[in-house]
């Protein structure tokens, strides 16, 4: 397993752009997850996919967030109209289907700043 | 709703001493718990799991917690702290459905020569 990838690393926009972040699981793994983490904090949930299904989805995730998982493999997350207050790091995990494993296993992140 | 507070959010040990972080957890059912370590500027590296079975587990880098479920704790120990242990470390419980994780606020260890 080559672990999870996301891209880009960084990303720095000015309020009001859009923004588009990767993340590829590891090969194989059917859930996926999206978190978000502030300076100081511990992430916090945003939403989850099994295969190419959004199963759940935080209050977190504003009307401006949307996620998409097309064929069940790579996912993408959009922000529309940025915020000062999206500027976070976003982290994306992912799990196997095996029955009983539960762990998530992360990437690097996307740190975010909005000018 | 599962929530986890972890006890201190600084934490100084000298090289060689014993490491002891701190993690509470609450949860209305039988509760998975995890420990990660967060390296700057980087996701976070599972350190160990409590699912089911032995309430002591043991993880990478020498890292063990043991499951209290009558203290509702699971605190992460190592015997003799190495300067590359220092990190952010967090605590998670997994919600009922098996999907995400809720995570405490993290405590940084710092690790004196």
């Known amino acids: 397993d080559t672990g999870v990838s996301q891209d880009p690393r960084h990303k720095i926009t000015k309020r009001g752009q859009n923004v588009t972040f990767r993340c590829d699981p590891i090969s194989e793994h059917n859930r996926l997850y999206w978190y978000r983490q502030t300076l100081g904090q511990g992430p916090e949930f945003l939403t989850y996919?099994?295969?190419?299904?959004?199963?759940?989805k935080s209050r977190l995730l504003s009307d401006r967030f949307s996620a998409e998982r097309p064929k069940g493999s790579f996912s993408t997350l959009e922000i529309q109209r940025t915020e000062q207050g999206d500027s976070a790091m976003y982290l994306c995990a992912s799990s196997p289907r095996k029955t009983g494993a539960y762990e998530q296993y992360f990437g690097p992140g996307t740190r975010l700043t909005v000018t | 709703a599962q929530s986890v507070t972890q006890l201190g959010s600084h934490v100084s040990v000298s090289e060689g001493a014993l490491v002891l972080l701190r993690c509470n957890y609450s949860s209305s059912v039988p509760p998975y718990l995890f420990w990660y370590v967060q390296y700057p500027n980087q996701g976070l590296q599972l350190l160990l799991k409590?699912?089911?079975?032995?309430?002591l587990v043991k993880g990478i880098n020498g890292f063990e917690a043991e499951f209290k479920k009558s203290e509702t704790s699971f605190h992460l120990t190592k015997p003799s702290a190495h300067m590359s242990d220092a990190a952010e470390y967090f605590c998670a419980v997994l919600g009922n459905a098996g999907n995400m994780l809720t995570f405490g606020g993290g405590t940084r260890l710092m690790v004196k020569p």
């Open positions: 409590y699912t089911t079975g032995a309430t």
């Open positions: 996919f099994q295969n190419e299904a959004q199963l759940e």
